[in-house]
């Protein structure tokens, strides 16, 4: 609890080109929270150097998703959105909490083998530690709720694991979070292959709906997006692509599975996915516009920052006080 509201945190990494993946199973979903809940979104730049980055590249991103975040209608004045890395309270609490995972929980975790095999030049430490670090990043906010799509569940496991560790020796340091999963499009998958998650480091840029597409190539890809030749539209375990795009309509709508193929009822494919294209573009279209006046808008960012990473920090910095000071760290001299 932070005052009388629950707490609820989450974030991306600013790494890639954002997908609609990400958009329909997180970032769409956390508007508004911030009525019921006290919200943390953080831009998770820690995160992202698992991965090798190029500088400028990476500052240009991380601004970037910033920018979303406030262009998808997360109110800067209502919500913490801060960068990860201007709270150090991150980096060292993640260290602490290294010394509470065991190795072979982190060997079991998919996200470590999909990335190194994807990376196997830079099979890091960082990317083996890395829920660790996630862990961190909840626990220091002692967030009751956290909103993230289903690829995150395991992630949120091990952080449940390791706060009930901690608390067992320490007690009372960490709340233990929840996910928080949305009911509809919580696992977008690849247009081109709808049995794996639709993803930004996908090499086929077919498979991805990125956030910055224009109509004509999100037209274009869900066009051309895999389904099967038995031209029904309903959603059933043995049609993956049909029910991926029903699942982007429902999420892109607000309209449940039922209603979605209501829509399409006695209608083609052809119909079918212009229907859902148009509804993408839908979407999309008012996150670019206010994207696009954001991203320029220098001094209205940076009066964000700065407000939102010293609020950041005072709630981060007062959890790992109370933990430094029950595991017996001397105490800093102010
Ligand atoms: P990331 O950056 O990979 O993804 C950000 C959010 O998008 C969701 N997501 C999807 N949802 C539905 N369908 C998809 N195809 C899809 N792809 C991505 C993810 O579930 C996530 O909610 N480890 C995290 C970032 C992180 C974090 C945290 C999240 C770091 N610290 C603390 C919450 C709390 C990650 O890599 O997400």
Request: glycine share 6%; charged share 30%.
């Amino acid at each position: 609890m932070l005052g009388d509201k629950k707490v609820l945190y989450s974030g991306m990494q600013a790494t890639g080109n954002l997908t609609l993946g990400n958009y329909l199973g997180a970032l769409k979903n956390w508007v508004n929270l911030n009525e019921e809940y006290e919200c943390f979104f953080g831009v998770m730049d820690l995160h992202s150097i698992t991965v090798r980055q190029n500088p400028a590249e990476f500052r240009k991103r991380a601004k970037s998703l910033l920018a979303l975040y406030i262009a998808a209608g997360l109110d800067p004045e209502k919500n913490c959105i801060y960068y990860q890395s201007h709270v150090s309270a991150h980096a060292e609490l993640g260290w602490i909490l290294d010394c509470f995972t065991y190795m072979g929980e982190l060997n079991r975790m998919t996200q470590f083998k999909d990335k190194s095999a994807k990376h196997a030049d830079n099979v890091n430490a960082g990317l083996f530690t890395y829920p660790a670090l996630m862990a961190a990043d909840i626990l220091l906010y002692q967030a009751d709720y956290v909103p993230v799509g289903r690829d995150q569940q395991q992630h949120l496991e091990i952080t449940r694991d390791i706060a009930e560790r901690v608390n067992a020796i320490y007690e009372g340091v960490f709340t233990i979070p929840e996910g928080y999963y949305g009911k509809r499009g919580a696992k977008i998958m690849s247009l081109q292959d709808p049995t794996k998650k639709m993803s930004k480091s996908d090499e086929n840029p077919n498979g991805s709906i990125y956030l910055m597409d224009d109509p004509d190539t999100i037209v274009r890809k869900i066009k051309r997006a895999v389904t099967d030749s038995d031209n029904s539209i309903r959603y059933s375990e043995d049609k993956p692509g049909v029910s991926n795009l029903l699942d982007i309509y429902s999420a892109a709508t607000g309209k449940s599975i039922q209603e979605s193929e209501k829509d399409f009822e006695g209608k083609g494919y052809g119909d079918f996915k212009l229907g859902v294209a148009e509804s993408v573009v839908d979407v999309l279209k008012p996150l670019q516009d206010n994207y696009n006046r954001i991203i320029n808008d220098k001094a209205y960012l940076e009066e964000i920052i700065k407000k939102n990473d010293d609020k950041a920090r005072y709630v981060a910095n007062k959890t790992l006080r109370k933990l430094r000071k029950k595991m017996g760290f001397t105490d800093i001299p102010r």
